[in-house]
């Protein structure tokens, strides 16, 4: 099928964003207000900041500002998977924390039944599904790739199933399928705009004061405490949790050690069920596909199928703009490579198209500090797997403000820093030539070439 007729009626918009059950906004803060914390950002750092404090000590008055609507960013436009995995992925862990990564998988597999347990204690309907995901091989090379993590999975205890070509086509069926690994319980699907309004309303029953269109727009120390500006008031807070991700930290020291990347992703209209017969997915698993430059896929409630990534694009001077959030070019991309991954959904169409900035550093996992003398806490860098991951690191940046050396705290990956990028002209120029090597080794056999080795013995291996 002509991948733009497939694309004639999408709609520019996240397809989560459009469900019925979307919240109206909150007023925005008028005038001044004091509190114990306050939490920026109203996506998932954010929200989960705000309730873990309140579980912990129901007496501490909580604010949280969002300069727009709760979730409307990449907690509300993203796949949906939510991973134990703390490191990205347990291949990027082993490479750089090998030494706790047996810990970090334990403690990512808690914060993910926490999570899941959280979900029920508040009467979260997220369309929660513990699928797991499995990841496909569609080159031989990936397959040894596979293989070799399989392997590792396995010699630190934890359990894989690994399948070849025949058992992945009974899970799913497609004639690009080469084999693959079945994480049949660290990864759940979900509904991620639903998860956030359900957050939303878990903070508000908890008597969180949440204050929507409410950007922060400076932050100075005040007494013993802290002020952040707002644009109709401001507020006086003994401690202040960053959850502002890919947007521009009010702790100016931070950001270079993010650039946001944009990716994008398709929806398509509910399949029929001869589409659903043609393809099995009867364990409606997540699924993503090997490569560099990646897709990753997953049926919705209603038997959409979502499919993104490949694309991540990095627009020079690093600016989050919503301009950038449609690229044609990808959406045309993304469905030609869709068809011939289901060529037997020929006439499938897409209803809705969208992208919109992730927070990348250069480790690919979330990174953690304080500033202004313990008084302020933050944690970026999640790389687009922050679904669950967020939720530990909103433990890890109450930890912090207490002033308590817990486990969490006590980590490698929570005491060290990625490499900053550099500046540009050199950021854009070295991002460029990184994409460039990196689908030349996706069409030579894996082969990683003198820039990625280089980039690899300086410990930023970068695999997407």
Same mark, same amino acid.
């Given at each position: 099928?002509?991948?733009?007729?497939? @694309?004639?009626?999408?709609?520019?918009?996240?397809? =989560?964003?459009?469900?019925?059950?979307?919240?109206?906004?909150?007023?925005?803060?008028?005038?001044?207000?004091?509190?114990?914390?306050?939490?920026?950002?109203?996506?998932?750092?954010?929200?989960?900041?705000?309730?873990?404090?309140?579980?912990?000590?129901?007496?501490?008055?909580?604010?949280?500002?969002?300069?727009?609507?709760?979730?409307?960013?990449?907690?509300?436009?993203?796949?949906?998977?939510?991973?134990?995995?703390?490191?990205?992925?347990?291949?990027?862990?082993? #490479?750089?924390?090998?030494?706790? /990564?047996?810990?970090?998988?334990? @403690?990512? #597999?808690?914060?993910?039944?926490?999570?899941?347990?959280?979900?029920?204690?508040?009467?979260?309907?997220?369309?929660?599904?513990?699928?797991?995901?499995?990841?496909?091989?569609?080159?031989?090379?990936? @397959?040894?790739?596979?293989?070799?993590?399989?392997?590792?999975?396995?010699?630190?205890?934890?359990?894989?199933?690994?399948?070849?070509?025949?058992?992945?086509?009974?899970?799913?069926?497609?004639?690009?399928?080469?084999?693959?690994? =079945?994480?049949?319980?660290?990864?759940?699907?979900?509904?991620?705009?639903?998860?956030?309004?359900?957050?939303?309303?878990?903070?508000?029953? #908890?008597?969180?004061?949440?204050?929507?269109?409410?950007?922060?727009?400076?932050?100075?120390?005040s007494g013993t405490g802290m002020a952040v500006r707002t644009p109709y008031g401001r507020v006086q807070a003994r401690k202040v949790a960053l959850g502002t991700n890919v947007f521009p930290s009010l702790v100016k020291r931070v950001r270079p050690y993010i650039v946001p990347v944009y990716d994008y992703a398709l929806m398509t209209e509910p399949l029929n069920a001869e589409q659903l017969a043609a393809i %099995?997915?009867?364990?409606? #698993? %997540?699924?993503?596909?090997?490569?560099?430059q990646f897709h990753y896929f997953r049926l919705s409630a209603d038997n959409r199928i979502l499919w993104g990534g490949y694309d991540a694009v990095y627009h020079y001077g690093g600016k989050v703009r919503t301009e950038h959030d449609q690229r044609h070019q990808t959406f045309h991309t993304l469905a030609r490579q869709f068809f011939e991954t289901f060529p037997q959904l020929e006439g499938l169409r897409f209803?809705?198209?969208?992208?919109?900035?992730?927070?990348?550093?250069?480790?690919?996992?979330?990174?953690?500090?304080?500033?202004?003398?313990?008084?302020?806490?933050?944690?970026? %860098?999640?790389?687009?797997?922050?679904?669950?991951?967020?939720?530990?690191?909103?433990?890890?940046?109450?930890?912090?403000?207490?002033?308590?050396?817990?486990?969490?705290?006590? /980590?490698?990956?929570?005491?060290?820093?990625?490499?900053?990028?550099?500046?540009?002209?050199?950021?854009?120029?070295?991002?460029?030539?990184?994409?460039?090597?990196?689908?030349?080794?996706?069409?030579?056999?894996?082969?990683?070439? /003198? =820039?990625?080795?280089?980039?690899?013995?300086? %410990?930023?291996?970068?695999?997407?």
């Open positions: 099928m002509d991948s733009a007729r497939a @694309l004639s009626d999408v709609r520019p918009t996240p397809f =989560w964003l459009e469900d019925p059950g979307r919240p109206e906004a909150l007023p925005a803060l008028v005038g001044d207000t004091t509190c114990d914390l306050l939490v920026v950002g109203g996506g998932y750092s954010g929200l989960w900041t705000a309730l873990i404090a309140k579980e912990r000590d129901p007496s501490l008055d909580v604010v949280l500002v969002e300069g727009a609507e709760v979730g409307w960013a990449a907690s509300g436009r993203n796949g949906g998977f939510c991973a134990a995995s703390l490191t990205h992925g347990f291949g990027n862990g082993l #490479q750089r924390w090998p030494g706790e /990564l047996t810990r970090l998988e334990q @403690l990512g #597999q808690e914060n993910l039944t926490a999570m899941e347990s959280a979900l029920q204690r508040h009467g979260i309907d997220c369309e929660w599904e513990r699928t797991g995901e499995i990841d496909v091989a569609t080159e031989p090379h990936q @397959l040894d790739e596979l293989h070799e993590i399989a392997e590792a999975i396995t010699r630190h205890g934890f359990d894989i199933t690994v399948l070849d070509a025949d058992e992945l086509r009974r899970e799913v069926d497609s004639p690009t399928f080469l084999g693959g690994i =079945w994480d049949r319980d660290g990864v759940a699907m979900l509904h991620p705009a639903k998860l956030a309004w359900g957050l939303k309303a878990a903070c508000l029953a #908890q008597g969180v004061r949440i204050f929507e269109r409410t950007k922060a727009l400076d932050l100075a120390e %099995g997915w009867k364990g409606r #698993q %997540g699924l993503g596909d090997s490569a560099n209803t809705h198209a969208w992208g919109g900035a992730i927070d990348t550093c250069t480790r690919f996992s979330a990174f953690f500090d304080t500033a202004h003398r313990g008084r302020v806490a933050y944690a970026a %860098g999640y790389t687009g797997l922050g679904v669950g991951a967020t939720r530990f690191g909103a433990e890890v940046m109450l930890d912090l403000l207490a002033g308590e050396r817990t486990e969490r705290t006590e /980590l490698e990956i929570v005491r060290k820093k990625p490499l900053p990028f550099p500046p540009e002209p050199v950021r854009w120029a070295g991002i460029e030539l990184t994409r460039w090597s990196l689908d030349r080794a996706d069409h030579n056999g894996g082969r990683r070439n /003198l =820039w990625l080795r280089t980039l690899d013995r300086l %410990g930023l291996g970068f695999d997407s």
